[in-house]
């Protein structure tokens, strides 16, 4: 059974989300929150696998209330627009993806499958659209300290959005191959999540914001 927390300032909201939720097989909602703050104590206590986490909350944003969660549980930003600087940064602080309030119902549930899975949210293009944004106006490039040719080549797939499993098949490796090279990347570039290591792949230039990625080097 998958354990969710729904964190959002409006309660129809944190409603529609509870009883979409439930009404999925393996999935139940543990506790909501309207704040921040609120998000965080509820987490604590009921120790979910995921969290839906709204952006713009009262007395602590979702941004603030992502960090200080931690590794504690894996959060899904659920926000109004494809393009806000809220989202990018909650994705730094440590959110594993996110979606749009208007989300079909089917996706979003599927999405915090994918999310509870270890997975990272990030492939479709109005989320590659956001971190291109962003880095484009960013300051200098991030140095990959200590990461092989290797390991900057599956770097590149992880930015380009391809699962683990199409990793594998592109480079002709085994599964638990590209597991223990995201593994090392994870640790080489102290990253939390794999959304990390996808905005790493931009800032540190091994994918153009055009979305060709580069050669590895």
Known sequence: MIRVVVADDQALLRGSFRVLVDSEPGLEVVGEAGTGAEAIEVV???????VL?????????????????GGRARVLVV??????DYVYAA??????????KD????DLLAAIKVVAAGEALLAPTVTRRLIEEFVRGG??????????????????????GLS?????????????????HIGRLLAKLEARDRAQLVIAAYESGLVETGGRPLRPS
């Open 91 to 100: 994705l730094r602080a440590g959110a594993s993806g996110f979606l749009l």
């Open 44 to 50: 604590e206590r009921t120790r979910p696998d995921v």
């Open 164 to 180: 683990n499993t199409e990793i594998a098949g592109f480079l002709h490796v085994s599964l638990a191959t590209v597991k223990t």
């Open 79 to 84: 926000t109004m627009f494809d393009l806000d």
């Open 139 to 160: 300051g200098g490039r991030r140095v990959l300290a200590g990461v092989t040719e290797r390991e900057r080549e599956v770097l590149v797939l992880v930015g380009r």
């Open 103 to 106: 989300t079909p119902p089917a």
């Open 53 to 69: 986490m709204d952006v713009r909350m009262p007395e602590m944003d979702g941004i603030e209330a992502t960090r200080r969660i």
